[in-house]
C-alpha cells in the first residue's frame, strides 16, 4: 500500500503548526491505521492541552418531519478514537512527533459510491479556537470480502452503489448502521433475470457472513404483480470462509439460482 504524504493537512494553530500523517492512505476492515502527529513550535511557548483523533463515517437514516413527511438525515459515527491526554508545552522551535495507532471497525464501510470514511483531527490550545480537519481514507475490501465481489464480477455482476443506511436493532453489529452493496446484471445467465442484488458483509472472526437480497426481474403478468406487490425480493445468507474461495462462484451461482 502506498504512503499519505499528508493524509491530514497541516494545521497552523497561533505560533504552533500541527501536522498528522499516516503511514499508509488504505487500510481494509480490522486493520491497523498508524502515523504520527507532529507539533512544530513556533516564535512563542503554547500550551497543548488535548489533541483528539477520530476515524469517522457517514450514514443516512429515514424520519418524519414535522409535517409527517419521511425526509433523510445524514449522520456521522466514530469508528474509532485516539486521545492524547497530556498537557505539555512546546517550545519555540522544538518539535514533537507523538505517534498513534487506531483500530478500523471489522464493520468499517468500504469506499464506494456514497460511502465514506475519514480522520477527523481536533485540537485544543490555550489562547486559540479549537481546530479541526477532515481527510478521506480509502477503504479497501478484506480477502473475502474482495473474493465475494469478484465472483459476483464473474458472474456478470457490476457494483455500482452503497449506502449506509441506519437500523432500528443492532444487535447483530456493534454499528448502528449496515453498508449495502448493490448489483447490477450487465451479462452473464443471470442478465435479464435479476432487477439487482444487495449484499451486507459481517465479519464473523474468520468467517465473512454475507447476507444477499435479491430483486427478480419482473416476468410477465404474473411477474408483474409480484413486483408491484414487492413480493419479488427474496434473502439469502452464506456463509464462507477462506476455504470456499476457491468455490465461490460456484457457491453463489447455485444460490442465485435457487432464487432467480
Known amino acids: 500500500m502506498s504512503f499519505f504524504k499528508k493524509a491530514l493537512g497541516a494545521v497552523g494553530i497561533g505560533a504552533a503548526k500541527v501536522d498528522t500523517v499516516l503511514d499508509h492512505h488504505q487500510a481494509a476492515p480490522g486493520e491497523e491505521i498508524s502515523g504520527i502527529v507532529k507539533i512544530i513550535g513556533g516564535k512563542v511557548a503554547q500550551e497543548i492541552n488535548k489533541i483528539d483523533l477520530k476515524v469517522m463515517c457517514n450514514y443516512t437514516v429515514e424520519k418524519e418531519d414535522s409535517e409527517g413527511e419521511t425526509i433523510t438525515v445524514t449522520k456521522s459515527h466514530t469508528l474509532a478514537a485516539f486521545h492524547i491526554d497530556e498537557q505539555f508545552t512546546i517550545e519555540p522551535g522544538d518539535e514533537k512527533h507523538i505517534p498513534f495507532t487506531l483500530d478500523l471497525a471489522e464493520e468499517t464501510p468500504l469506499t464506494v459510491g456514497q460511502s465514506k470514511t475519514w480522520i477527523a483531527t481536533n485540537l485544543d490550545i490555550d489562547m486559540a479556537l479549537d481546530k479541526s480537519d477532515r481527510d478521506y481514507l480509502h477503504i479497501v475490501p478484506s480477502e473475502l470480502q474482495q473474493a465475494v465481489i469478484d465472483a459476483m464480477e464473474a458472474l456478470g455482476f457490476k457494483l455500482y452503489e452503497s449506502d449506509c443506511e441506519g437500523i432500528d436493532e443492532v444487535s447483530f453489529s456493534r454499528l448502528p448502521f449496515v453498508q449495502e452493496l448493490e448489483f447490477k446484471t ?4 443471470f442478465h435479464g ?68
Open 186 to 189: 450487465i451479462t452473464g445467465d
Open 193 to 260: 433475470r435479476f432487477d439487482e442484488v444487495e449484499m451486507v458483509f459481517f465479519t464473523r472472526g474468520e468467517q465473512l457472513e454475507v447476507i444477499f437480497e435479491m430483486d427478480r426481474k419482473a416476468r410477465g403478468l404474473k411477474g408483474f404483480f409480484a413486483e408491484a406487490l414487492d413480493l419479488d425480493e427474496s434473502k439469502s445468507r452464506l456463509l464462507i470462509s477462506a476455504e470456499d474461495i476457491e468455490a465461490l462462484e460456484d457457491i453463489i451461482y447455485d444460490m442465485l439460482e435457487q432464487h432467480s
